[in-house]
């Protein structure tokens, strides 16, 4: 009767052990849940903050949105830590005109972090050619003392050629009026934009000359009965963040 009770409690102190292995499995998972929670609602209301800021229009530099945008050289022959410096003095300078236009003490307005900073310089000076891109990593509000950023490197190459075609559209309908014209000069330069977007480029827009759009408008409208082939061809060289320069060739398609 003694060796039944001894193996009764051994059987109730294992049960005891398991049961509390469980609570604290369970006690540790509903933790895990009420801080996934708190952190769902806490990113809740910064989205809520986010969309009232917009809509306010206090706004003055968006979460993500480039601020500062410079080549810089890993020449040895340049010194790295001088180009950064003068780099983020720039930013910080063009910075404080956007956010705090009215308040004319200097002041290093932009905080990066230290560790991006060593990394940047890391990757310069193993070579290559750069661009710096600073950019904010939350909204910004007009008078803010602080704008918390990160900076990035993209590797400056060739994004498109000289006398290169960036996109081709054939216009199988006839235009009905000026208006149809423009739409399309506009989705064509779009597309071309988007392509070289595609390539690296950061480039906000293409550039094109608007006396050059008076002679395609033109063009377009003596030929509207005809079916359409629009190029988009480059007219220099550009790099990662250099603005591109097109032409847009209009021409009768052969039936």
Do not use: M
């Not at 540790?28 to 986010?50: A, D, F, H, R």
């Not at 410079?70 to 063009?94: M, V, W, Y």
């Not at 900073?117 to 910004?140: M, P």
């Amino acid at each position: 009767e003694l060796s039944s009770l001894k193996s009764e409690k051994e059987k109730l102190e294992s049960t005891i052990k398991q049961k509390e292995v469980k609570f604290t499995r369970l006690k540790s998972e509903k933790e895990n849940l009420e801080g996934t929670i708190v952190q769902k609602e806490e990113e809740l209301t910064q989205l809520e903050k986010n969309i009232i800021e917009l809509r306010s229009g206090k706004v003055v530099i968006s979460s993500g949105q480039s601020i500062f945008i410079s080549e810089i050289a890993s020449d040895k022959r340049f010194n790295i830590d001088a180009q950064l410096d003068n780099i983020i003095n720039n930013a910080n300078r063009f910075t404080q005109g956007i956010v705090r236009p009215n308040f004319n003490e200097p002041r290093s307005i932009l905080v990066l972090n230290k560790n991006n900073i060593d990394e940047l310089k890391k990757t310069i000076s193993s070579g290559g050619d750069w661009i710096i891109n600073i950019k904010s990593v939350r909204n910004v509000l007009k008078g803010e003392k602080y704008v918390y950023v990160l900076a990035e490197l993209i590797e400056n190459k060739i994004i498109v050629s000289k006398d290169e075609t960036i996109f081709v559209s054939d216009l199988r309908y006839k235009l009905k009026n000026i208006s149809d014209a423009n739409s399309h000069i506009e989705l064509v330069l779009t597309e071309a934009l988007a392509e070289a977007k595609r390539r690296g480029s950061i480039a906000t827009r293409i550039n094109l000359k608007r006396d050059y759009i008076k002679k395609l408008q033109s063009f377009v409208r003596q030929n509207k009965s005809f079916d359409l082939q629009f190029e988009v061809i480059s007219l220099r060289d550009s790099k990662t963040a250099q603005p591109i320069v097109v032409e847009i060739k209009v021409s009768k398609l052969l039936k």
